[in-house]
């Protein structure tokens, strides 16, 4: 790539049949096409092509460098964490799952729709890396994505309301196009911790789609959430038009253990 610098600002002034094109480029932003002109000019000669083959293929890389460039900030601003892929994914590993439902969720359509994704399943059966990809996925798609482990999403609200910002805080995260709400259920959460939750469901509900993986089947989120009412609001609200994909098996990270031990 070249490492020409950036044409300083232009005067509206000036006459701007003077500029080159490489000029014209940098001035329209377009940096990465300006650096790659003569290459590429000089790949169009070779092959006998158009100027507009040339255009083509020089829009169509600067297109590329570009989406990249978005998808690699996105990702940067969701924080998942750990990366991971559906192609990376054991589907034979679980003693049960749904991989065609898995795979309904990968089109994304869910977003479109505004609905949400439920994982259920023990711990260490693939729960957050299957949630994180479809969080990736949507990351390269161009949607605003967010993750957060339940635990910390609680305690930020729960500060939120002590430093009187909760209505900034409760925004901030119904603003998403794709909320990942990591490990509900492997912590409780008193009556204010439900309340606050309850809060962020229901300014996404139909506005936005969440992601939420959790250990616990919705009978139990009684316990969890030390208020019925709460629970099955929340479960409502989550499940209505969604997908709800439930896991079972033994822990992967158990196999591993007994094989580090052995």
Request: proline letters at 4%; hydrophobic letters at 45%; charged letters at 25%.
């Given at each position: 790539?070249?490492?020409?610098?950036?044409s300083?600002?232009?005067?509206?002034?000036?006459?701007?049949?003077?500029?080159?094109?490489?000029?014209?480029?940098?001035?329209?932003?377009?940096?990465?096409?300006a650096?790659?002109?003569?290459?590429?000019?000089?790949?169009?000669?070779?092959?006998n092509?158009?100027?507009?083959?040339?255009?083509?293929?020089?829009?169509?890389?600067?297109?590329?460098?570009?989406t990249?460039?978005?998808?690699?900030?996105?990702?940067r601003?969701?924080?998942?964490?750990?990366?991971?892929?559906?192609?990376?994914?054991?589907?034979?590993?679980?003693?049960?799952?749904d991989?065609?439902?898995?795979?309904k969720?990968?089109?994304?359509?869910?977003?479109?729709?505004?609905s949400?994704?439920?994982?259920?399943?023990?711990?260490?059966?693939?729960?957050?890396?299957?949630?994180?990809?479809?969080?990736?996925?949507?990351?390269?798609?161009?949607?605003?994505?967010?993750?957060?482990?339940?635990a910390?999403?609680?305690?930020?609200?729960?500060?939120?309301?002590?430093?009187?910002?909760?209505?900034?805080?409760?925004?901030?995260?119904?603003?998403?196009?794709?909320?990942?709400?990591?490990?509900?259920?492997y912590?409780?959460?008193?009556?204010?911790?439900?309340?606050?939750?309850?809060?962020?469901?229901?300014?996404?509900?139909?506005?936005?789609?969440?992601?939420?993986t959790?250990?616990?089947?919705?009978?139990?989120?009684?316990?969890?959430?030390?208020?019925?009412?709460?629970a099955?609001?929340?479960?409502?609200?989550l499940?209505?038009?969604?997908l709800?994909?439930?896991?079972?098996?033994?822990?992967?990270?158990?196999?591993?253990?007994?094989?580090?031990?052995?």
């Amino acid at each position: 790539m070249s490492s020409s610098p950036k044409s300083p600002p232009l005067n509206p002034a000036s006459d701007l049949s003077s500029l080159s094109l490489e000029e014209v480029l940098r001035a329209l932003g377009l940096e990465y096409a300006a650096s790659q002109l003569d290459a590429m000019s000089g790949k169009a000669i070779a092959r006998n092509e158009s100027p507009v083959w040339m255009l083509n293929a020089l829009m169509r890389e600067q297109l590329r460098v570009l989406t990249g460039a978005r998808a690699k900030a996105a990702l940067r601003r969701a924080a998942i964490v750990p990366l991971t892929t559906l192609d990376s994914y054991d589907f034979n590993f679980p003693k049960a799952i749904d991989r065609d439902l898995v795979m309904k969720a990968a089109t994304l359509d869910f977003v479109k729709d505004k609905s949400n994704v439920v994982f259920i399943g023990p711990s260490g059966v693939g729960k957050t890396h299957l949630a994180n990809a479809l969080g990736q996925l949507a990351c390269l798609r161009g949607y605003r994505v967010r993750f957060v482990v339940a635990a910390d999403l609680v305690n930020d609200l729960v500060a939120g309301q002590a430093k009187n910002t909760l209505h900034r805080r409760l925004t901030a995260w119904a603003a998403p196009d794709l909320l990942l709400i990591d490990e509900l259920g492997y912590l409780s959460f008193d009556a204010r911790g439900a309340d606050l939750l309850y809060q962020v469901f229901n300014k996404r509900y139909q506005r936005a789609s969440t992601i939420v993986t959790t250990n616990l089947p919705f009978k139990d989120w009684g316990k969890l959430f030390h208020n019925s009412a709460a629970a099955s609001a929340i479960a409502d609200r989550l499940v209505h038009k969604g997908l709800l994909v439930r896991i079972a098996g033994k822990s992967r990270r158990s196999d591993q253990e007994l094989e580090n031990a052995a």
